[in-house]
């Protein structure tokens, strides 16, 4: 089996092989063994890491909540290995676990910020010198205030560099209804970012 991985912006593609499953593990309805399953694991990490973590940071500021992200949706993939085997799109599944991840996380964000709770905690805390760069970055701040399904859109798109295809599978809907969602969130982008500059 082959497995390619995005490395970024850059467009360049890896390919990983794994070996082959044994006979016992590839009949219909077979569960791979333990040792097929960290395999497997360990060369979707090696191959989408990178990726993943700079499309959660391109939609979540600090980078270690980033990379603690990215480590939720390698778990729920660990998780599900079992269940689902190696799906025949890897990437585009990887990426559908990170883009509801990321929007869990930005919702409770939300609900926090909400209450005021995470204003309390970031005084608390004060914010390290990257936070304080995004948040005067107007790109970021627009992002921001787009609804966190916006963002997922616009980074799967713009950051991940997904085809409509690839967003579909991500988002559970079609390549169609990919495109149009991205033109409506390039619109609310556009939108919030003429707001972020006037001011």
């Known amino acids: 089996m082959t497995i ?3 490395t970024g912006a850059a467009g360049s593609t890896m390919q990983l092989q794994a070996s082959p499953a044994p006979a016992s593990a590839a009949r219909a309805g077979a569960a791979p063994s333990a040792d ?4 497997l694991y360990i060369g979707l990490v090696r191959a989408y890491h990178a990726a993943l973590v700079g499309f ?11 990379e603690d992200l990215a480590q939720d949706t390698f778990v729920k993939a660990y998780v599900a290995l079992p269940r689902v085997g190696m799906p025949d799109n890897p990437r585009a599944w990887l990426f559908r676990i990170a883009t ?8 409770r964000q ?3 910020a909400w209450t005021g709770l995470d204003r309390l905690a970031h005084v ?15 790109i970021r701040r627009a992002l921001a205030a787009l609804s966190p399904g916006e963002q997922a859109t616009l980074m799967l ?5 997904l085809k409509a295809p690839e967003v579909g599978e991500a988002l559970g809907i079609s390549p169609p209804a990919a495109r149009k969602r991205r033109q409506r969130a390039r619109a609310a982008f556009m939108r ?3 707001k972020e500059v006037a001011e």
């Open 192 to 194: 919030a970012y003429r």
């Open 124 to 138: 608390l805390r004060g914010a390290d010198d990257a936070e304080r760069a995004d948040r005067a970055d107007p």
């Open 100 to 107: 509801n991840v990321t929007i869990d996380h930005l919702r």
């Open 157 to 161: 798109f713009a950051h991940a560099g």
């Open 56 to 66: 959660i940071h391109s939609m979540v500021p600090a980078p270690q909540q980033a």
């Open 4 to 6: 390619e991985a995005g």
């Open 36 to 39: 097929e399953l960290d395999t």
């Open 110 to 112: 939300r609900r926090l």
